[in-house]
């Protein structure tokens, strides 16, 4: 598949507006850069949304709820502070949303750690870089699915789109799957992005009705590298000059995540002829699933759009031995360890 035109991004994202007022999203890791870039997206080109915004920065907060209110101002938006390296965190964030909350239209993951340290681990007894990028992704996902049940089964729209490194992680350490041993950050982004491949996979087969989206951004413009030593920043910068042809902007990736985050081209698995959003889509330019089948409700995808093969031979031989079931029950023993107070 080509590469979607920004004018189709454009159409289609003009179409949120036909779903009505009150569309309900949350956004962890919405303060800065890009779940920045897709809040501000979204929010201009939905009727009234209500949107939760997740984050460590109040500061930061602030800031983003003011520009909200200039970008839609009848939108309703909440900041709820918590940092999402630990789990206990994520939980309590998502009890409050689920006292508040009935249902949930969509849920945006890209909360995510620069760094060039070892394992770090939080007191939970996780490397603080894989808990953002993966386990407390996946528990955010696991506690607000019945949010987002629930919009499915009254045919309203029900997206997961989480944004790290779709279909381009290489093998795992599969004797050591949280990497207590064999920790590196090579290690680490394979780990992550594979285990969230194949989990996405799963949550799709199971809840049909909500479609799950991984991306892989590309060089995005982004101040992520301000985390980084001051030696290691100018590198970063004159890496980010050097790439600068091949860089998207914060405001065309907020654009083209909304559509990939919202487009029949990407459906559930059971609303594959529903008009959900997006400009209509014929059968055949529904785009192939993670599994290769078209219309599998989850998907891996380039920073425009295209579906991202780079790992598809690992991904099978993973199907072939199980190896879904092997992440999800390590994920659920991580979290149950976590909910008795980590470090064993």
């Known amino acids: 598949m080509k590469g979607i035109s920004l004018d189709t991004v454009r159409t289609s994202n003009a179409t949120l507006k036909t779903l009505g007022p009150g569309l309900l999203a949350v956004f962890v890791g919405g303060t800065s850069g890009i ?3 897709i809040l501000k ?12 915004i997740i984050g460590r920065s109040r500061d930061a907060a602030n800031r983003i709820v003011k ?19 630990e789990i206990a965190n994520v939980d309590q964030t998502c009890s409050e949303i689920l006292r508040k909350e009935t249902r949930l239209n969509l849920l945006v993951l890209t909360t995510g750690i620069l760094t060039m340290d070892g394992r770090n681990e939080s007191p939970e007894g996780l490397d603080r870089k894989m808990a953002v990028h993966y386990y407390s992704r996946m528990r955010f996902i696991s506690n607000l699915l019945p949010l987002l049940a629930s919009s499915a089964s ?27 041993t064999n920790f590196s950050l090579s290690n680490c982004g394979a780990h992550c992005g594979v285990m969230t491949d194949l989990m996405l996979e799963r949550f799709a087969a199971t809840w049909k009705g909500t479609a799950f989206v991984h991306t892989a951004p590309g060089v995005v413009k982004t101040n992520l590298g301000s985390g980084l030593p001051t030696c290691l920043r100018a590198a970063y910068k004159v890496a980010g000059q050097l790439l600068a042809p091949w860089t998207v902007g914060l405001a065309e990736t907020g654009e083209r995540h909304l559509y990939m985050a919202t487009s029949n081209r990407y459906p559930p698995s059971e609303s594959l002829n529903a008009a959900t959003c997006g400009t209509p889509i014929e059968k055949n330019d529904v785009a192939e699933g993670s599994n290769g089948g078209r219309g599998s409700g989850a998907y891996l995808l380039n920073w425009d759009g295209r579906v991202q093969k780079q790992n598809a ?13 092997k992440i999800w029950k390590h994920t659920e023993d991580v979290f ?9």
């Open 35 to 37: 779940g920045e870039s």
């Open 41 to 52: 997206a979204f929010l201009g080109a939905a009727v009234a949304p209500r949107v939760y």
């Open 67 to 85: 520009e909200c209110q200039a970008v839609s101002e009848t939108s309703e938006v909440e900041f709820l502070q918590a940092d999402v390296s």
């Open 154 to 180: 009254s045919s309203q729209l029900s997206r997961v789109m989480t944004v790290l490194g779709a279909g381009i992680g290489n093998r795992m350490v599969e004797s050591d799957l949280g990497l207590k």
């Open 313 to 325: 031979n690992l991904l099978e031989e993973y199907r072939r031995t199980a190896m879904a079931e």
């Open 336 to 344: 149950d360890n976590c909910n008795r107070g980590g470090n064993s």
